[in-house]
């Protein structure tokens, strides 16, 4: 007769390369029925809001669109650069404030938008002679709205005392702002943020769930190359910000009484407003001065066949309206990107946006379109000393 030794270990090796063949399997099935993208974990948060996590390096990848690196510094901004607090004498630093288009989702570090608005304009100095260096801070956070981008800067950018700061208003802020729960309407009308122990408090159930999951061995590992892994941490998350949210707006989410077109127009344009005018007062109280720019979604350049599509080419051109009647009155800088970046796009044979499945950001050149047309419409409202093209 055996020893227990003798029978418990080959019933584990069984097991073991069982689970591992099945897993194997699953990851293949995934692959080819349900391809997921693939990044770094970087997620943290700051005062109970979305932030990037300090020091982390590594992998994004969409399957059959793009495959590149990101990277964070220890000040929790893209790249690997370091700021001091305070700007240089002759330095003009400018905090570019955005979700995923900012922060260059398909791009390498040095490919963004605000890199190469960075290069434009210090090449610029350079070519007339002036004795002014510019940074360009990237604070774009993927995934968020105008309401966690004017937190952001609140809890932490302002810090960094920019000369300007450019908010970067994408097609999809307005519907991730409804949902947020960030900020509410009092009875007044007044938009303002919820406090800050009270967002604090939304996700405080859920932090050491995510903060024991992301320290397990491997874990790092299985983000950047696991596609079956990807699926699990997509569907976990989403579970772990539906119920955030929830608690922010203290109910559960339950069908809006009215349609999807006038919960737009009659909540979503107000809000929105009133968040890009509270961003305002904050950035005026920390000596700096606020731009707005709008960046169109692909579907208002090229023509699309996307199930989203329609809704996108209804309700860019309300976004930008709203925008621009709001920044008539409060005397803010505002400029409209999609009429140069469809000129632009006409104009060239290279595609400016990914058209996959599951990305369809910006290119590398889509973001020198719009670094190009940022730096144009910054020397033409002359908000701060910007060298003009020729």
């Known amino acids: 007769m055996g020893t227990l030794q003798d029978t418990f270990l080959p019933r584990f090796v069984l097991v073991l390369i069982s689970t591992l063949l099945g897993l194997l399997l699953a990851e293949g099935v995934v692959r080819l029925l349900a391809p997921q993208p693939l990044t770094i974990p970087w997620a943290d948060e700051v005062s109970g809001v979305l932030a990037p996590r300090a020091n982390v390096r590594g992998r994004e990848y969409v399957p059959h669109t793009y495959d590149v690196t990101v990277s964070f510094n220890s000040q929790r901004f893209r790249g690997q650069r370091e700021y001091q607090p305070q700007p240089g004498p002759g330095v003009t630093r400018i905090a570019t404030l955005g979700d995923s288009v900012t922060f260059g989702n398909g791009a390498n570090d040095d490919q963004t938008y605000p890199a190469q608005l960075e290069g434009i304009l210090q090449g610029r100095s350079i070519k007339k002679g002036l004795p002014v260096t510019y940074e360009v801070i990237n604070a774009g956070i993927g995934g968020t709205g105008t309401a966690e981008q004017a937190l952001w800067y609140e809890n932490w950018v302002k810090q960094f005392h920019p000369h300007l700061v450019v908010l970067n208003v994408f097609c999809n802020d307005v519907d991730g702002d409804l949902m947020s729960g960030l900020f509410y309407v009092d009875p007044k009308g007044r938009v303002s943020p919820r406090p800050r122990d009270e967002i604090r408090a939304a996700g405080q ?186």
């Open 205 to 390: 159930r859920f932090r050491g769930f995510q903060k024991l999951v992301g320290n397990l061995p491997g874990y790092r590992f299985l983000a950047e190359h696991s596609q079956l892994a990807s699926l699990l941490r997509t569907a976990i998350g989403g579970v772990i910000d539906h119920r955030r949210k929830a608690a922010l707006l203290k109910q559960s989410l339950p069908p809006s009484p009215i349609g999807h077109a006038e919960r737009f127009h009659e909540q979503g344009l107000p809000r929105l407003a009133g968040e890009v005018s509270w961003l305002k007062e904050q950035v005026q109280a920390s000596g700096s001065r606020l731009t707005v720019v709008f960046v169109p979604c692909r579907e208002t350049i090229y023509s699309s066949q996307a199930l989203w599509a329609h809704e996108v080419q209804q309700e860019s051109p309300s976004i930008v309206a709203c925008l621009r009647e709001l920044t008539s009155k409060d005397g803010i800088p505002f400029t409209d990107l999609t009429p140069v970046i469809r000129e632009r796009a006409g104009q060239l044979d290279e595609p400016l946006y990914y058209n996959g499945p599951l990305d369809t950001h910006p290119t590398p050149k889509g973001y020198r379109i719009i670094a190009e047309a940022v730096a144009a419409f910054l020397s033409g409202t002359r908000v701060i000393p910007i060298p003009p093209s020729n």
